[in-house]
């Protein structure tokens, strides 16, 4: 099997970004981005990344999906929004969401077009900005931009480490560019989110290996 094919085959069976997993419709628009980095936060503590994608469906079914209604939330409100998610580290994780919601609201106006405009293109720039959001370091910084790609294409390609893991486990180069070139530039977050799949899920690179 060629590696055009093999990402091909990873891609339909585990294409689907982290961003659709958690309900959210991503589009270049403040309440979707703003979603997403709250799914970001949650991705970064080290839990299962469905919990993370159902606690996110979860917050926003209970009308926390936007900077201002998050930020003017009680602690209790997000801390039970997370338990009925049965998501870990529900105390700290509530509290950085208020206050990053703050930031957000403050830093941004609610609007993190403006954060991408600061960025101007530069995904260095772009991390840099991301890591000042409580609880998100530079492991959610990638997380975000694998995800973001999709609506913001002058970060594209945005494969690191983990999505080069994904790609070793299932025989594909490793080199980022080279991996981009294996799929159409609109597919590139899903195929992001594939290869972090094929290396967190042994039976996703079993499957696409076989």
């Not at 997000?78 to 990053?100: N, P």
């Not at 299932?170 to 597919?187: F, H, I, Q, Y």
Request: include cysteine; charged fraction near 30%; charge should be negative.
């Amino acid at each position: 099997m060629s590696h055009t094919q093999t990402a091909a085959r990873l891609l339909e069976d585990a294409g689907e970004t982290f961003a659709a997993e958690a309900g959210i419709t991503l589009d270049d628009k403040p309440a979707p981005l703003y979603r997403l980095l709250v799914l970001t936060v949650l991705l970064s503590s080290r839990v299962q990344a469905r919990l993370g994608t159902r606690a996110c469906a979860e917050l926003v079914d209970s009308d926390l999906g936007t900077p201002d209604k998050m930020r003017a939330a009680t602690h209790q409100q997000v801390h039970d929004a997370l338990d009925r998610a049965k998501f870990l580290s529900k105390d700290q994780t509530a509290d950085a969401l208020i206050d990053g919601a703050a930031l957000v609201a403050d830093r941004w106006s609610g609007d993190l077009r403006r954060m991408r405009a600061e960025a101007d293109g530069d995904a260095d720039r772009l991390g840099e900005l991301l890591r000042e959001v409580p609880r998100l370091g530079p492991v959610g910084a990638d997380i975000f931009l694998r995800e973001v790609q999709a609506v913001w294409p002058e970060f594209r390609p945005h494969l690191d480490g983990k999505a080069t893991d994904g790609a070793r486990a299932v025989g594909l180069p490793t080199d980022p560019d080279t991996l981009a070139g294996l799929v159409d530039e609109g597919d590139l977050a899903r195929f992001a989110a594939a290869l972090v799949r094929a290396a967190l899920d042994d039976e996703v690179a079993e499957r696409v290996s076989a």
